[in-house]
C-alpha cells in the first residue's frame, strides 16, 4: 500500500480549513460537468475516515440538486467550494486540489473525467473513496 501523508487545505479566507490523509503524489481528477466546469474544480477523492474538517463548521453553506446525493460545501465569506461528498464517493470526500497547501505534494497526475456523461464514468471513480 502507498504510504499517506497529512495534507492541509481550506477555502481562500482561511475561515474552513481541513486534513486529509493521502499519497504524496496525488491523483487529481479534472471533471467537465455542469458544476466542475464552471468552477474549475479538481478532484482528490478520499474516504471520510482521511478527511477531517480543522475549522469553520459554522461558516459552512451547503448547495444540492438533481439527485440531492452530493452535497456541496461552501465558504460563507469567501464562497469557495474546497471540499465536498460527491454523488459517485458518498462515502467520502472530494477536496479540491486548488484548495491544498502543497508542501507534502510530491507530483500529481491528471485524469479527465468526462462529467457531462457522468452516469457512464461513475464506476470508474467508485474506489477511490474505500479505504
Not at 453553506?61 to 467550494?81: D, L, R
Not at 508542501?103 to 457522468?118: I, K
Request: proline share 3%.
Amino acid at each position: 500500500m502507498t504510504e499517506l501523508v497529512k495534507h492541509k487545505g481550506s477555502c481562500h479566507c482561511k475561515a474552513v480549513t481541513w486534513e486529509i490523509e493521502a499519497p504524496a503524489r496525488l491523483r487529481v481528477d479534472e471533471c467537465d460537468c455542469s458544476m466542475c466546469g464552471m468552477l474549475g474544480y479538481l478532484h482528490v477523492t478520499v474516504p471520510k475516515s482521511r478527511f477531517v474538517l480543522t475549522a469553520g463548521a459554522d461558516n459552512i453553506s451547503t448547495y444540492t440538486f438533481n439527485t440531492g446525493v452530493a452535497q456541496h460545501y461552501f465558504c460563507k465569506t469567501c464562497g469557495i467550494k474546497s471540499f465536498y461528498v460527491p454523488r459517485s464517493n458518498p462515502d467520502g470526500y472530494s477536496v479540491n486540489f486548488r484548495c491544498l497547501d502543497k508542501t507534502n505534494v510530491t507530483g500529481h497526475d491528471v485524469m479527465s473525467c468526462e462529467g457531462l456523461t457522468w452516469e457512464e464514468i461513475a464506476a470508474r471513480v467508485a474506489h477511490l473513496s474505500k479505504e
